[in-house]
C-alpha cells in the first residue's frame, strides 16, 4: 500500500470519526488541539486504524500519535 | 416510557431478574430483546415464548458470561443482525455459598468470572456500538450484599462490590457519549437463587427488611428499566437499592 493510500484512508477516518472535513485535515494536525479530539475519540481512531489496516498499535505507541502526520507514518512504517 | 425501535440484551435472562427485565422490556415496547443463558434451555425457550407474546423480536442466546470472546461475539453478532445495541443488562450472576476458610479456588474464581469479569467483558464490547451512535444505556445487577456484606458470600460480595466501582468508572469514560451507566442493587428476592434457604433463615431475614416481605423479580425490572429509559436520562453512575429497606 502506497504512503498516499494511506494517507486518504487516514484522512478518511479521522474526518468520519472526529465529524471535521477532511481539508481541515493536515500532517501537522494535532487531534487534540487541531481537532477537538477527546480521549475516547483517540481510543476510537486507533482501534479504527488497527481495523482498517490489519495492524496493532499497542498503547505505549498509540500515546506517541499526537499529530495526523504521526498516525500515517506509523502505518506506513508498520503495515506489511 | 417507551422502548419503541430499541435492542436489548439482558444476560441471564432466562430466569429470576433476568427474565423479569426482558418481559419488562418487551411490555415496554422494545423491538428486539435477546437474552443470553447459561444451560437452561427450556426456561430459555419459555422466556422467549413470552416475549414473543408482549409483541418483541426475542432471541435466547446460549453463552457463558464467563466466556470473555463469547461475550464479544455475543456484541458483535447483536449488531450485525440488529444494526445496534441500546441497552445492556449485565444481570447473569452466581453464588456459591461457605465460609471464607472452606472457599475454594476454583468457586472464588468462577463467582469473579461471572458476576464481574463478564459485565466487564459485556460492556466493553457494548460500548463501541453505543459510542458510534453516541448513545445508550448499561444497568449492571449488583446486590444488596456488595455493600453490607453477608457471612457465606465472601465471593459474591467481592464481586457484586466491584460491579459497583466498574459501575461508576464506565459512567465517567463514557458519559461524553451519552451511555449511561448505573446498578440496581436489590436485596432479598423470590429466585432460585434464595429458594434454598430454610425457613428459619427467611423468617430472619424478613425480620432484617423495613417492608416486611421478600422482593419480586418485577419489583427488581421496574427499576432496571427506568434506570434504561428516558425517565431517568439525567441519572449515571448510580447505585438504585430495590431492598425493600433492609439495607439503607
Not at chain 1, 472526529?18 to 481541515?24: A, H, I, K, S
Not at chain 2, 437499592?241 to 439495607?247: A, I, W
Request: a negative charge; hydrophobic letters at 40%; glycine letters at 10%.
Amino acid at each position: 500500500m502506497s504512503t498516499s493510500v494511506i494517507e486518504t484512508k487516514v484522512k478518511g477516518i479521522i474526518a468520519d470519526q472526529l465529524g471535521v472535513g477532511e481539508d481541515e485535515i493536515k500532517p501537522e494536525s494535532s487531534f487534540i488541539e487541531d481537532l477537538g479530539a477527546d480521549s475516547l475519540d483517540i481510543v476510537e481512531l486507533v482501534m479504527a486504524m488497527e481495523e482498517e489496516f490489519e495492524v496493532e498499535i499497542p498503547d505505549e505507541e498509540a500515546e506517541n500519535i499526537k499529530t495526523v502526520g504521526d498516525a500515517i507514518n506509523y502505518i506506513t512504517t508498520h503495515k506489511k | 416510557m417507551s422502548f419503541k425501535d430499541k435492542v436489548v440484551l439482558v444476560t441471564g435472562g432466562s430466569r429470576g431478574i433476568g427474565r423479569a427485565c426482558a418481559v419488562a422490556f418487551a411490555k415496554a415496547g422494545a423491538s428486539t430483546v435477546i437474552i443470553s443463558y447459561a444451560g437452561n434451555e427450556a426456561a430459555a425457550q419459555e422466556t422467549v415464548g413470552l416475549l414473543t407474546a408482549e409483541g418483541a423480536k426475542a432471541e435466547a442466546l446460549r453463552f457463558d458470561v464467563a466466556d470473555t470472546d463469547a461475550c464479544t461475539s455475543a456484541v458483535e453478532g447483536i449488531v450485525k443482525a440488529h444494526g445496534r445495541l441500546d441497552v445492556l443488562v449485565n444481570n447473569a450472576g452466581t453464588a456459591v455459598d461457605g465460609l471464607v476458610m472452606r472457599v475454594k479456588d476454583e468457586d472464588w474464581d468462577k463467582q469473579l468470572d461471572t458476576n464481574l469479569r463478564g459485565p466487564f467483558a459485556l460492556i466493553r464490547a457494548a460500548c463501541r456500538p453505543m459510542m458510534k451512535q453516541r448513545g445508550g444505556a448499561i444497568v449492571n445487577v449488583t446486590s444488596v450484599v456488595g455493600d453490607m456484606g453477608n457471612p457465606g458470600q465472601s465471593a459474591y460480595s467481592a464481586a457484586k462490590a466491584g460491579l459497583i466501582g466498574l459501575t461508576k468508572t464506565v459512567a465517567k469514560e463514557l458519559s461524553s457519549r451519552g451511555i449511561r451507566v448505573n446498578a440496581v442493587s436489590p436485596g432479598f428476592i423470590s429466585t432460585d437463587m434464595t429458594a434454598h434457604l430454610n425457613d428459619d433463615l427467611r423468617q430472619k431475614m424478613i425480620g432484617g427488611i423495613p417492608l416486611g416481605r421478600l422482593g419480586t423479580p418485577e419489583e427488581v425490572a421496574q427499576a432496571v428499566l427506568f434506570l434504561s429509559g428516558d425517565a431517568s436520562t439525567y441519572i449515571t453512575g448510580e447505585v438504585l437499592k430495590v431492598n425493600g429497606g433492609m439495607y439503607m
